[in-house]
Structures are given as C-alpha cells and as structure tokens.
C-alpha cells in the first residue's frame, strides 16, 4: 500500500509540474510553442490546480521578471528587493503594480475569456481566493470518488509542487549555489537539484539566455524532463511549433552583450539565429532571430548619429 501511495504522489507531482513548466511558463508566458487551445487548457488545469493562482496574474509577472530582471521593477528579485520579499513577500501584493499591465504585457491571455474570468479584471486577492477555492473543491470531488487517502495525496502533491517555483525564484538567482553556462549580466544560474525537481526549469541561467526556447537543458547533463514531453508532443502531432534555443549561437551571443555593457572590445557574433522554429511552415521550418533584430536597431541607431 505504502509503494502504491509514494507511486500516487509521484503521478500528482509531475501531473502538476508539468502544468506550471509547459502550461504556465513555456506556453503561456513565453510562447516557446504552439498547439490547439484543448491541449493548452489540458496542461494549464493542473498548473492552476496546483495553486498557482490565474494564468494572467502568473504570465504577467513572469513576462515581468525577464524585462526588468534584477532592478526594482522586477517583481521578485533577490538582488533588488531581498530574500524575503523575493521568496513570498510579493505574493502579498493586493493589486498590479502600476508598471504591471496585462492588458499591455499579456494581450493574448487577456483576450482569452476564461483567464479573463479567473484573473478577476485585477483584483487579485478575489482571483486568489478563487483559486485555492478550485484547489479545495477538486481535492473534495477525490475525496468522495476515491478516498480521503487520495485526496491528501493530491494536496500534498499541489503542495510540493507549489514550492518550487517559489524556491526557484530565490535560489536560482543567488550566484553562489549554481553555475552558468552563459555570461549573463543577471545573477541568473543553473542548479542542478531544482533542475530535477523542477522538471527541467532549474537550468535557470539557460533560460535567462533564452527565454522564448522550449528547451532549457542545453547541455548532455542538464536533464529537461519538460523538453523530453514537448518533443513526444511534436512527434504524435500536438505541437505545430517549437522555438529551440543553439547553445553555441547563445555562448556568443551572451559574451558579446557582457562585454558591450562592461565596454570591453567587441566579440564577434554569428549570424545564426538564436531561436530556430521547427514546424509552422510550408517548408517545415521558419526562423526567429530576436538577436538580429535587436542588433538591427543598434546598427539603424549609429547610422543615425553619423549622418
């Protein structure tokens, strides 16, 4: 009995880290692939019924967190704003703070009437209240089917799960417990443990260098158990779509902003996109060179300034 529980908890526990790591985070608040709205709402049900609150409250301080990252405006910052409020002081926050707009930075989900419902046009203690509410009532409806033994363990397994993000917030941006594999200017890094438990979002420095990719375990050891899932989904036809990060093309690219901002001599870039898109297209393939477009704007800028 006690082997079937652990194996239950097990079940719970990646049904609901997946619905944060491919619902919440790769789908909805970075659009690093594109699928039909039943398998969407298929993978943001048990992110949300893993108290994560609604799906434009969480994408609209996570889009956030990547523009701002590690200044006051980002919402939870351990350089900017301290451990405790990056842990879960900001969880306390009764309403957007005035640089948070999701009808500016979440469009899209705004535009979606469910999550429109669940975010509660911003009144977000009502929208949490809501939420746990949800939590409790599907934890109810497996008491009644199976048992007060499989509800806890659902609970507990919400629980668990709940942790992480928040932990990841914090742990994954003190530089002393990880490592990076890019040189980003952020206090950003990998740590291998939340890499696990996470299912693939503690190679926290690699998604920092990029964010739109679905992938975020970049090298042999980084294991991405969320990467493995899209990939199966691609295969059995799922996914139309998939943004994928190159691991060379983002070292150099890392290396030359570093030295940009610390005004060092320039380093060659490649040419090669940063995001490869795999499917969405007649070809089969399009791509995505955020970088280039980036530094297309510089070069118009200095162009500019010489004439």
Not at 45 to 57: D, N, V
Not at 61 to 88: C, M, N, Q
Not at 118 to 141: E, Q, T, V, Y
Not at 283 to 288: A, E, I, K, N
Request: charged share 20%.
């Amino acid at each position: 009995m006690v082997i079937e529980y652990i194996l239950l908890f097990a079940i719970f526990y990646t049904w609901h880290a997946m619905g944060i790591t491919i619902g919440y985070h790769r789908l909805l608040s970075h659009r690093s692939f594109s699928c039909s709205k039943a398998v969407e709402y298929f993978w943001v049900l048990p992110g949300f019924l893993a108290f994560e609150g609604s799906p434009i409250w969480w994408a609209t301080i996570h889009r956030a967190h990547h523009k701002w990252v590690e200044t006051p405006l980002d919402p939870h910052s351990p350089r900017a704003l301290g451990l405790k409020y990056a842990f879960t002081g900001w969880l306390a926050e009764k309403e957007y703070a005035p640089h948070l707009d999701p009808y500016k930075q979440c469009k899209d989900l705004v535009a979606d009437p469910i999550y429109r419902f669940l975010d509660f046009n911003g009144r977000l203690p009502l929208g949490h209240a809501m939420g746990f509410a949800c939590c409790f009532a599907f934890r109810l409806i497996l008491w009644a089917l199976f048992g007060w033994q499989v509800a806890l363990i659902s609970l507990l397994a919400g629980a668990s799960v709940l942790a992480i993000p928040l932990m990841l917030n914090v742990v994954c941006h003190l530089p002393k417990y990880g490592y990076k594999n890019y040189a980003l200017a952020d206090d950003s890094v990998n740590v291998w443990w939340v890499g696990l438990l996470a299912m693939g979002e503690g190679w926290h420095n690699n998604h920092h260098a990029a964010p739109g990719s679905a992938r975020t375990g970049m090298l042999p050891h980084e294991f991405d158990a969320t990467w493995l899932m899209l990939k199966f989904m691609k295969k059995i036809g799922l996914i139309t779509r998939m943004n994928v990060a190159d691991h060379d093309v983002l070292l150099a690219r890392a290396a030359a902003e570093l030295a940009k901002q610390n005004n060092m001599s320039p380093v060659e870039v490649p040419a090669a996109p940063v995001l490869v898109t795999i499917g969405g297209g007649k070809s089969g393939g399009r791509v995505r060179d955020f970088g280039a477009k980036r530094a297309a704007v510089r070069k118009r800028r200095e162009l500019s300034k010489q004439s």
